[in-house]
């Protein structure tokens, strides 16, 4: 059972940066496309930027376009979201994705496999 483990969030002002995690285990996960989306309370859960197999393709949600970062590591399974001039309205549960075969897209359902989450919160 393919696992994601997210690591890193936490309590940041506003123009802070944290540095988000995901490691993955039992998964190929050289062949799948690895995104990061967020949950605020009482929203839907909303896209935030996505990386394909090679690392050489990444898209961003607007909202975060020019702040945040997507790279991964494929040696180390992890996938990583810097984030940098945090704004209160980022504050969320982020969730790191998988989808095989080389897809992607932003909506959930896309997505085979789901971590745990990491609470991030940016103070005003």
């Known amino acids: 059972q393919a696992q994601l483990h997210e690591s890193g969030g936490g309590l940041v002002q506003a123009g802070g940066s944290l540095s988000l995690s995901c490691a993955a285990s039992q998964l190929t996960f050289s062949s799948y496309t690895m995104v990061w989306f967020r949950q605020a309370p009482g929203k839907e859960r909303e896209f935030v930027a996505a990386?394909?197999?090679?690392?050489?393709?990444?898209n961003y949600a607007d909202s975060v376009k020019g702040r945040f970062a997507i790279s991964r590591d494929n040696a180390k399974k992890t996938v990583y979201l810097r984030m940098n001039s945090l704004r209160p309205e980022d504050t969320a549960v982020y969730y790191c994705?998988?989808?095989?075969?080389?897809?992607?897209?932003?909506?959930?359902?896309?997505?085979?496999?789901w971590g745990q989450g990491t609470q991030v919160i940016v103070s005003s």
């Open positions: 994705a998988a989808a095989s075969g080389g897809r992607w897209g932003d909506e959930p359902t896309v997505y085979d496999y």
């Open positions: 990386v394909r197999w090679s690392g050489g393709s990444t």
